[in-house]
């Protein structure tokens, strides 16, 4: 079984190939090129350097949020697009699950926070043997002090959140890393981990999973209504 990972959701942008549990190839970008540009020319990349065809993908896996709007949807899009056009199955992927992943081989906790704008961050925590990562919360949008009570001491801290945090702290002992990134290998050998389990599991018709709304929702859900009162949010 090969899977192909696709992440677009922050500043850093890769796509790699994973076959029975083992990394085959990665190729990763940080810069200044909008994701859409780039993210095919990578897989091709990808596939030249493996030497390898694309009919040897028989599941994709994606990273599906929390991050950035227009970025997550440009990897869900041509994630969609390549799962359509090989006929393969697409799977889901947390994008903190997978930046915990980074933390590999540490042991203990590791709390990984995405900064999500207007005093919010995303915020998940899991625990680690070195091996293998076991989710303790869900992802979640909350504020500065709230993600600062999720935080256990002792914890390794991961994400470009975690300066917006670390001022919450007060007292504890912590160990921070804000400079890490998801990497699509990550993205790959939880996807296909995901699809052995589930051999039926397709969720190319899901989309991004929005944890909070989205500015233009929001405004959307606020539209003046007759009488000048503002539509409810559903």
């Known amino acids: 079984m090969g899977c192909l990972g696709i992440d677009t959701t922050g500043a850093a942008l890769s796509v790699a190939f994973c076959e029975n549990g083992e990394v085959m190839g990665e190729e990763f970008y940080q810069g200044e090129l909008p994701h ?21 993908v028989s599941c994709l896996a994606v990273t599906a949020g929390p991050g950035r709007y227009t970025a997550l949807r440009v990897g869900m899009a041509t ?28 042991q ?15 915020i998940a925590r899991f625990l680690t043997d070195g091996d293998t990562l076991e989710r303790e919360t869900e992802d ?23 300066d917006l945090i670390i001022p919450f702290l007060e007292e504890k002992k912590i160990f921070c890393k804000k400079e890490a990134f ?18 039926n599991r397709d969720e190319v018709y899901e989309g991004p999973a929005y944890i909070r709304k989205v500015e233009a929702q929001k405004n959307f859900n606020h539209q003046p209504v007759k009488g000048g009162n503002y539509a409810p949010e559903r």
């Open 108 to 122: 203990g906790s590791v709390v990984t926070v995405l900064d999500a704008r207007r005093h919010l961050v995303y």
């Open 140 to 162: 979640q949008a909350v504020t500065y002090p709230d993600a600062a009570s999720i935080i256990p001491e002792a914890a390794l801290l991961l994400g470009d959140g975690s």
């Open 36 to 56: 859409s540009t780039k993210v095919l020319a990578m897989l091709d990349a990808l596939f030249d350097s493996l030497k390898i065809e694309r009919e040897s």
């Open 79 to 106: 994630a969609k697009g390549i799962a359509f056009a090989l006929n393969i199955p697409m799977v889901r992927v947390s994008t903190l699950k997978a930046l915990a992943c980074s933390a590999l081989p540490c």
């Open 182 to 199: 998801v990497h699509a290998k990550w993205v790959a050998l939880l996807g296909e981990m995901k699809f052995k389990k589930d051999r």
